[in-house]
């Protein structure tokens, strides 16, 4: 404001052409910056060398027993011949998105433990965040089609092989692919487009959105009104459809006039609602309704469960609950001894 206000007080031609080359320079000086930040870093979980050396220990083994977790099952729903029923074939495409969700977390925040801290690009902080909303988006679609398939399987059982034919299983799941991959690429592609002035010191263990939202100097309020409206399809309307099929099916099972009935019912459901209510329970408390007064530490906690444990909790829920998975292990480990 002072060097405009000196332009506009020059009384010839020498001093408006002095003030106006200041009010220049001053402006690439301010615009070089604005735009000096280019990386930004990661703090991670702070705190002496020993915890920080048990916590990474704890996450690679976290970490191989949720890839090798996955790949069975994986594995074993494209071997076994019991395996080949819709509800399985969803599971194994839920194994695929844990496995793409831990592999984008766990190897950074393990660099981050062990150097106390890391470095990160702003397109290596965009492709993390951008591979991280594909695999939490593909999540949510994936629960709600598995749903569906309990709500079809119990509510109406006669019509259960018309309904859900191996066509339309593979349609839902290459359309629910297709639309994750095209609408995670949104936040990746508006938030360099911001300006980040500094500081660059992102107090999480991932280059998470709102971290990066409080970070900027520029106007969010767009990116926050598209946050907002993907929260919608991605979020919102996904958890009521299993809310509603949910109902439904209890409603049926509580029909069941047999003890034996009911429970045979309720335990063919049962591992996918305890997965929906860990996932939407840690997804919601952090984005949709995070507590005020949340301090930073509760709130990667909650983050450590949706991005680590989740995905080490579902096969073992889906295998330890399953007599299908079980047999087909068993079976397997016997066809490799013969």
């Given at each position: ?298 709130s990667k906690v909650i983050s450590l469960l949706y991005t680590v444990f989740t995905p080490l909790i579902n096969p073992i829920i889906y295998s330890l609950r399953n007599k299908d998975i079980r047999k087909a292990v068993q079976e397997t480990i016997h066809k490799r001894m013969l």
């Amino acid at each position: 404001m002072y060097l405009l206000y000196m332009v506009s007080e020059c009384s010839n031609e020498l001093d408006y052409a002095y003030w106006k080359s200041e009010i220049s320079i001053f402006a690439r000086y301010s615009e070089n910056n604005l735009t000096a930040v280019k990386e930004f870093f990661l703090l991670g979980f702070q705190g002496s060398k020993f915890l920080r050396v048990f916590l990474f220990f704890l996450f690679l083994v976290i970490y191989c027993g949720t890839i090798c977790g996955n790949l069975l099952i994986i594995t074993l729903v494209s071997t076994s011949k019991i395996l080949h029923t819709p509800m399985y074939f969803f599971i194994s495409q839920l194994s695929f998105s844990d496995i793409l969700l831990t592999t984008d977390i766990v190897p950074n925040l393990l660099h981050i433990l062990l150097r106390n801290g890391k470095k990160i690009t702003l397109i290596g902080c965009m492709t993390q965040l951008y591979f991280f909303c594909v695999a939490e988006s593909s999540e949510c679609f994936l629960l709600t089609l598995m749903s569906y398939d309990r709500f079809v399987a119990i509510c109406n059982p006669l019509r259960y092989t018309t309904i859900m034919t191996s066509a339309l299983c593979r349609k839902c799941i290459v359309i629910c692919w297709l639309v994750v991959f095209t609408i995670s690429l949104t936040d990746s592609v508006t938030i360099p487009m911001f300006t980040f002035c500094g500081p660059n010191i992102i107090d999480h263990f991932f280059c998470d959105l709102i971290p990066l939202i409080e970070l900027s100097c520029s106007d969010t309020l767009i990116l926050q009104i598209e946050v907002f409206v993907l929260v919608v399809p991605l979020v919102i309307t996904p958890s009521i459809i299993i809310v509603i099929s949910y109902a439904k099916i209890i409603a049926d099972i509580l029909k069941i006039p047999s003890t034996t009935g009911r429970q045979k019912a309720f335990s063919t459901c049962s591992s996918h609602l305890i997965v929906v209510s860990i996932f939407y329970w840690t997804i919601f408390s952090v984005y949709v309704f995070p507590k005020k007064g949340e301090t930073l530490t509760i709130s990667k906690v909650i983050s450590l469960l949706y991005t680590v444990f989740t995905p080490l909790i579902n096969p073992i829920i889906y295998s330890l609950r399953n007599k299908d998975i079980r047999k087909a292990v068993q079976e397997t480990i016997h066809k490799r001894m013969l």
